[in-house]
């Protein structure tokens, strides 16, 4: 019950986001004089509204988005009224237009970016510089998590009668640091893999630091069957093993306090911003795997996720109390949220932006070639291209949120 909740809570903030986008093209374009006719929260059938003014807001059934109703924004559909003709959007310098459409966003990574800076001075960021490869892995020092047996091989795990870890046996303990095994310095995780590898089975005397101080302890070092460490699917060999695993030191999560965070936020936002171009460009190679996640194919974490799944993603993380994962999933999808309406496509912002700006270098170009100025682009023409993004877009947002209900992605 808690997660579904928390579920329900993650879903009205996106909605809260995306009606500060819709409420930011509205009072630009009130502040610039243009006529707004409807301002509404979901989309379908009204649950209720009320008039303020010349404006209609309101609450529609289905809380998927929200929309502010810009008398005018083409010459097309510029129904005004003969006495407020002046005020049709499309009659306003381009510079006002391109302020009114690019208010939504900036509204929304306003919002990225306050919630960023909240989550990094005090709920935590993700480390930028914890290991993400296993290269990087290999090359951490040696910390050691003490395991609680050898087995004779790495299919399967401890059972009753496999024999203790020899590190165990010897106390060494979590978190320690080797340092040198059988007299042979280590100065990383693999290093230290290596030399147990080429060690024979038997004592060992194994250096270590714990909490800075150095020791010395005698282990004796278990044969196991191994393949070659560069050939996970080789033949097995008899190696010697120590019985520990990794201890990544560095932390997942830091915070930096509210004045560090501050420095901090202009760091995240430009790695955030990376991220989701790279998410976006991955976008059309993860279709197959998103289809076959419907067929009974395992999910690819990596697949693109719907706002049902974003927000399944979100409850499940505050109802295991991850808040700092439940902030960086809200501040991802805002920024997502921007780029995606950056993009120069009707219907999409970025579209009206680009198309205002197209007009206004065509008619300087006219201009100074003496030309006739050709006037506004023919939006009638760009109708089936327009059509064909919202084909697409619709698709892909069915797509997701099939295998977002069919088979959801979770952090567990």
Known sequence: MTRVLFTAAFALAI????S????????????FGMRVTHYFVGYGPTIFSWRRGETEYGLKAVPLGGFCRIAGMTAYDD??????????????????????????????????????????????????????????????????????CVTPDTARSCTPGDPVSPARAAGLRTGDVITAVGGVPVTDYAG??????????????VAYLRDGRPATVRVELSAVQRPPLDDPAGPVTTVAAIGVGQDVTVPREVTFGP?????????????????????????PSKVPALWHSLTGAERDPDTPVS?????LLGGEAASLGLWS??????????????????LPLLPLDGGHVAIAWFERLRSWVAARRGCPDPGRVDYLKMMPLTYVVLLVGGAFTLLTVAADLVNPITLQ
């Not at 919630?115 to 290991?131: D, E, H, I, M, Q």
């Not at 290999?138 to 050691?144: E, F, G, H, K, R």
């Not at 706002?307 to 927000?311: D, E, F, P, Q």
């Not at 999808?333 to 950056?342: C, K, P, S, W």
Request: no cysteine; glycine share 8%.
């Open 15 to 18: 909605l809260v986001s995306v």
């Open 259 to 283: 004045v560090g965070a501050i420095g901090a936020t202009v760091t995240y936002t430009g790695w955030m911003a990376g991220q989701t171009v790279e998410s976006v460009t991955r976008i």
């Open 307 to 311: 706002v049902v799944g974003i927000s």
């Open 79 to 148: 129904d005004t009224a003969p006495a407020d003709r002046h005020r049709a959007m499309w009659r306003f310098p381009v510079w006002k237009r391109t302020v009114v459409m690019l208010s939504g966003v900036a509204v929304q990574f306003a919002l990225a970016v306050v919630a960023l800076w909240f989550a990094a001075a005090y709920v935590g960021v993700p480390n930028l510089n914890y290991p993400q490869t296993a290269a990087d892995l290999a090359a951490q020092p040696a910390a050691i998590t003490v395991g609680d």
């Open 192 to 205: 230290m893999v290596r030399v147990v590898r080429q060690a024979e089975p038997g004592p060992a005397q």
């Open 20 to 31: 500060l986008h819709e409420a930011g093209h509205m009072l630009s374009a009130k502040r």
């Open 325 to 342: 994962t439940v902030l960086m999933i809200f501040i991802g999808l805002n920024v997502f949220m921007v780029a995606f309406n950056l």
